[in-house]
C-alpha cells in the first residue's frame, strides 16, 4: 500500500470525479482507475461509491 494511493482517494473525494481527480493530479484517468482498483485489492472493500453522481444527487434528494 502506498501513500499515493490515500492521496488519490482524497483528491477524487475532493474533486467528485475520477476525471477531475486525475486532472488535478497530472496522471491519466485510466492509470488513477487502476491505481484505485489496486487499493481496492489490497483493501479488500470498495473506495468509491461507483453510481454515477447525477443518480446519487437524485437518491440524496429523495432520502432527505
Known amino acids: ?37 489496486l487499493l481496492e485489492r489490497e483493501l479488500g472493500a470498495p473506495c468509491s461509491n461507483a453510481a454515477p453522481a447525477a443518480w446519487s444527487r437524485r437518491r440524496w434528494a429523495r432520502l432527505s
Open 1 to 37: 500500500m502506498k501513500l499515493d494511493h490515500f492521496e488519490e482517494v482524497v483528491a477524487i473525494a475532493e474533486r467528485g470525479s475520477m476525471r477531475a481527480a486525475a486532472r488535478h493530479l497530472q496522471i491519466a484517468q485510466p492509470a488513477l482507475t487502476r491505481s484505485l482498483a
